[in-house]
């Protein structure tokens, strides 16, 4: 894939998600909803920061390959302060737990993003 395409699948996918959790809630509230503010109080401030919620979020999403909320937590990490260094050291741990296959997605799909959220921000 090219530069531009990598840009367009990373904001493509992030909406895409959260489309797919919008149209899950419409189809089935009780459980959509509850799931929305379940999430949504785990991932609030509190003795661990929200950035700190979303770089452990990415470590368990790099060692489960789950390529969606790896793209969601790394921007949201981004979004709540966390630097690329920061991002970087959640993913070499990772790679220490979860050996190559974690390692893959931390140097492909999580630079894609951090790159993404880069471009975004200048």
């Known amino acids: 894939m090219e530069e531009h395409e990598y840009r367009s699948y990373v904001i493509d996918s992030i909406r895409e998600y959260k489309m797919g959790l919008g149209h899950f809630a419409d189809r089935l509230p009780e ?20 950035k700190n919620k979303h770089l452990i979020a990415l470590g368990i999403a790099v060692n489960a390959q789950d390529e969606y909320c790896i793209m969601y937590h790394t921007h949201a990490a981004l979004a709540n302060g966390a630097s690329e260094q920061e991002v970087l050291e959640t993913i070499g741990v990772c790679g220490a737990f979860g050996g190559g296959a974690a390692m893959s997605q931390g140097v492909t799909l999580v630079q894609h993003v951090i790159d993404v959220y880069n471009d975004t921000q200048h």
């Open 31 to 50: 459980v959509g909803h509850a799931y929305m503010e379940f999430t949504s109080a785990c991932f609030q401030e509190g003795a661990v920061s929200e």
